[in-house]
């Protein structure tokens, strides 16, 4: 018989960092789950992206047992990290803070791919674009 699922918890955890402090540990232990447990696992799962955010969906069972998956980080972290900026701009129309080409958004968005609703690459690249416009971020050809 399949477990019964009590709660779904997203969180966005740095890669290979995890720690009970922070937000782990209350988001977890309000679920009564083995905290440092979990931390060593998901530490484990994600020391080859050592720093990335990392988007972390935890499926918690009744029986206090729980799985989990990682995702690809944020379209907005892989676009900063693309073209080497620190952050988006505050005011996305008046000021611009860095260009993205094709290239480099087609790359992004074979990286997101897995976590977009997008059906092809094209659709995927589109999502991305839009996502770095709204960081202040020009796409070029």
């Not at 530490?43 to 972390?56: D, H, I, M, S």
């Not at 129309?93 to 976590?115: C, F, N, S």
Request: charged share 25%; glycine share 10%; hydrophobic share 40%.
């Amino acid at each position: 018989m399949a477990k019964k699922v009590k709660t779904v918890l997203k969180l966005v955890i740095i890669g290979g960092q995890a720690s009970p402090g922070g937000k782990v540990g209350p988001a977890l232990g309000q679920h009564g789950l083995n905290i440092a447990e979990f931390c060593q696992k998901f530490n484990e799962a994600t020391k080859n992206r050592q720093g990335e955010l990392t988007p972390v969906e935890i499926t918690v069972f009744e029986d206090r047992t729980y799985t989990f998956i990682t995702k690809v980080a944020p379209a907005s972290e892989l676009i900063k990290k693309a073209i080497n900026i620190q952050k988006g701009s505050g005011e996305t129309l008046k000021k611009k803070v860095g260009k993205i080409t094709k290239a480099q958004l087609r790359e992004v968005a074979e990286k997101k791919m897995p976590d977009l609703n997008a059906h092809d690459i094209d659709a995927a690249m589109k999502t991305i674009a839009g996502t770095a416009r709204q960081m202040g971020v020009e796409v070029v050809d």
